[in-house]
Every structure is written in C-alpha cells, then in structure tokens.
C-alpha cells in the first residue's frame, strides 16, 4: 500500500503565504523573520529546557516549570536587554575588584 504524500505548500514564503501577494516582498520578507523568531520555542533559564513560549506581548513563559517572565515583544531576550545584562555584570565585578 502506498501512502499519499502531502504537497509542499510553499517554498519560500513559509508562514508569510497567508498574506498572498499583498504588502510586497520585501514587507512580508521582514513580517516573516519577526513571526519566525515569535512563535519559536527558547531556553529557560531556570529549569533549561526549550520550552519558553510567547504568551502575550513581552509575556513569555514555560511549558515545563510554569514560570513566566518578562522579554521583548517578538524575542524572549532583546539585543538591547543583552547589552545592559552585560554592562551591568561588568560594572559589578569592577566594583567586586575596588
């Protein structure tokens, strides 16, 4: 017996196909990375399993331990939020050193 096997839907637009041919390429090339990176799963940082998802705007939490925390609105860790992490551990250890 044989089994059907189900057609490629799309090839390049990916979960952007929705939009069809509204709002041009290069809009919807950009709609795409940021609903990527949206409805990917990241790490915990308490219980370290791939299983913290969006649940609202800057509201991300986890499937496993149940903690919620707070992100950017598309990425659970903002560039601008990394940077500021690591100033700030930069400047406590330069204090550390004092």
């Known amino acids: 017996i044989t089994v059907p096997v ?3 839907r799309t090839k390049k637009v990916g979960i952007c196909g929705k939009y069809g041919t509204r709002y041009g390429a290069t809009l919807r090339k950009l709609l795409k990375k ?10 915990c940082v308490f ?6 998802k969006r649940v609202a705007t800057g509201i991300w939490q986890c499937k ?3 903690k919620t925390q707070a992100g950017g609105a598309f990425v659970l860790a903002t560039p601008a939020a990394t940077s500021v ?3 700030i551990a930069r ?7 004092n």
């Open 47 to 52: 219980c370290g399993k791939d299983n913290v």
């Open 34 to 43: 940021i609903e990527v990176q949206q409805h990917s799963k990241y790490t």
């Open 85 to 87: 992490r690591s100033n």
């Open 64 to 66: 496993s331990c149940s």
């Open 6 to 8: 189900m057609a490629r």
């Open 91 to 97: 400047l406590r250890k330069a204090r550390a050193e």
